[in-house]
């Protein structure tokens, strides 16, 4: 229990604890491992990842490719459990936006209000509705869950696909189009007065393919008085569901679950792939956990009593010793 269990202290705790248990062995895995634990994922990865790999690449050579956060878990539909291993990460654009007017008293008349104007920027990014897109790694997820549910078509029933994942469904929904939420507002300092300035925090994502097309949208929903600073800005990736490592990944969950079904995802929020990949590494979002059908799991990132089952921590550890075998 507590903050960072499920993300991620819970891979960091069956990782560990199979890597000391082989290293008391004797017992090496087939290839040679670098193990990374840096500290600033959650602010971008400016002070760890990053600098990691532009300053010590050489920590790094001879890697070709990597696990990490988000991924391997389990949901359940139509009692058949699914364990969706992260191949694609939506790319981050960290915004703030700028309305300028003219500031003045509170009790005159001012059509030229900064904060009616960002008040309208922030609710057209908003309530935008942006268009379904579908990468490789949903589409292969929403053919699996088309075969399961009996829909005919995925490109037609994408919405109704992903509402079978039950709580799992918010972040899926957002993995099949481009986000932009607003996050903060500040404008002002006392009641009657009317700023000359009001500002604005925007959290956008974008697919693996659509930078473009957010960016276009994003200026296209922003009255001509608001300006966007990008304060942070990280690419989209995805890497294919293929190869001698995947294959790794799907015979070790199914060594501890014969009947499981291994898919790739698309993950909404980003990691520290982000800067391993500047290297060539292929990255995947591979933490094994069989959870019960009930948990809301996806709740629990950044949530109120965040945890983890021990019975699903035990789970991820045998995982991981098999796919050390078998890597």
């Known amino acids: 229990w507590g903050r960072g269990a499920v993300d991620m202290k819970d891979f960091d705790a069956a990782i560990l604890s199979v890597v000391r248990a082989r290293a008391r062995a004797g017992v090496p895995p087939n290839r040679s491992l670098t193990l990374a634990f840096t500290a600033d994922e959650e602010a971008g990865s400016i002070q760890g990842a990053h600098p990691l790999v532009d300053q010590r690449p050489e920590w790094f050579e001879g890697c070709t490719e990597a696990i990490g956060e988000v991924g391997g878990f389990s949901t359940t539909i139509n009692n058949k459990r699914l364990y969706l291993i992260e191949t694609a990460e939506?790319?981050?654009?960290?915004?703030?936006?700028?309305?300028?007017?003219?500031?003045?008293?509170?009790?005159?008349?001012?059509?030229?209000?900064?904060?009616?104007?960002i008040a309208e920027a922030v609710s057209a990014i908003g309530r935008h509705q942006w268009p379904i897109r579908l990468t490789p790694a949903m589409g292969a997820l929403?053919?699996?869950?088309?075969?399961?549910?009996?829909?005919?078509?995925?490109?037609?029933?994408?919405?109704?696909?992903?509402?079978h994942f039950g709580p799992a469904a918010r972040m899926l929904a957002a993995v099949v189009r481009n986000t932009a939420n607003p996050t903060m507002l500040d404008s002002g300092y006392k009641h009657n007065v009317i700023p000359g300035e009001a500002t604005a925090g925007i959290d956008g994502r974008f697919l693996?393919?659509?930078?473009?097309?957010?960016?276009?949208?994003?200026r296209s929903l922003l009255p001509d008085n608001v300006s966007y600073e990008l304060l942070v800005h990280d690419k989209a990736l995805e890497t294919p569901f293929e190869g001698p490592i995947v294959e790794a990944m799907a015979a070790a969950i199914r060594t501890e679950d014969a009947d499981a079904?291994?898919?790739?995802?698309l993950m909404s929020g980003g990691t520290d792939a982000k800067a391993w990949s500047k290297l060539g590494v292929r990255c995947f979002g591979f933490s094994p956990l069989r959870l019960p059908a009930d948990l809301d799991f996806t709740a629990l990132f950044h949530g109120v009593d965040e945890r983890v089952p021990v019975d699903a921590l035990e789970f991820s550890a045998r995982v991981f010793d098999e796919f050390l075998d078998r890597a």
């Open 90 to 117: 939506k790319g981050l654009a960290w915004l703030r936006l700028r309305a300028h007017g003219t500031a003045g008293h509170g009790s005159m008349r001012n059509p030229d209000n900064a904060v009616t104007a």
């Open 142 to 163: 929403l053919e699996e869950v088309a075969a399961l549910t009996g829909h005919d078509n995925v490109e037609d029933n994408v919405d109704a696909l992903v509402e």
């Open 208 to 218: 693996p393919g659509y930078e473009d097309e957010f960016f276009a949208t994003l």
């Open 261 to 265: 079904t291994v898919l790739p995802f």
